[in-house]
């Protein structure tokens, strides 16, 4: 059921969009980033599938400070700051809502659901993806997407040196500087922006 939901709906409007598909991961480059589309689902339930849209964007200049190689290929959604599911961006980014996923139980639900998933991706998803053009328009949406994560937190501090927003910066860093798992990032974000921590 998903895979002719992506078929017959999603695939088309992505490659129309200019995405390339990998497995159920769409890239885009544009303006200096990866925007990603990718599809997370679970099948717990026999004939039931539920699925989320994720949703990321990776700014090209961020990839080498956290990969030793720069990577050639695709780029995942968990490689990404901002990342965000796509209902969490319908619903304003409300962190009281529900995240929700799109169910299907059965071939009937194929269209159904497929034609509201091309309304979201198309009204919402790609409408904000096509308006991010410069690095303040990805921070305004980071700002938006609230890092909770420490390696979003991070990327998200990384942003804004880009921008020449140290200050701001530093404050995000230093709650990671002396971790033993994150540290390592955190001087590895000083050194390539020749940042005393």
């Keep these: 059921m998903l895979s002719l939901l992506i078929k017959k709906y999603i695939s088309p409007m992505l490659k129309l969009s200019g995405f390339k598909k990998k497995g159920m991961t769409w890239n885009r480059e544009y303006f200096g980033t990866v925007q990603v589309i990718d599809i997370q689902f679970t099948s717990y339930i026999k ?16 990839r080498p400070i956290f990969f030793d190689a720069i990577k050639d290929g695709f780029v995942g959604e968990v490689e990404c700051f901002p990342r965000f599911r796509l209902k969490r961006l319908l619903a304003g980014f409300d962190m009281k809502k529900v995240d929700e996923w799109w169910a299907l139980s059965s071939e009937n639900d194929v269209d159904i659901v497929g034609a509201e998933v091309v309304v979201a991706l198309t009204d919402k998803c790609l409408a904000m993806l096509d308006s991010l053009y410069t690095l303040q328009d990805v921070l305004i949406l980071a700002d938006q997407a609230l890092p909770r994560m420490p390696a979003e937190k991070i990327s998200h501090a990384t942003l804004l040196l880009l921008n020449g927003d140290i200050e701001r910066a530093k404050g995000i860093l230093a709650e ?8 390592a ?6 050194k390539r922006f020749s940042i005393a921590g």
Excluded: M
């Design 176 to 183: 990671f500087e002396h971790s033993e798992v994150w540290g």
């Design 47 to 62: 004939n039931h599938i539920n699925f989320t849209i994720n949703v990321g964007i990776l700014n090209l200049d961020i």
């Design 185 to 190: 990032r955190v001087a590895k974000v000083y």
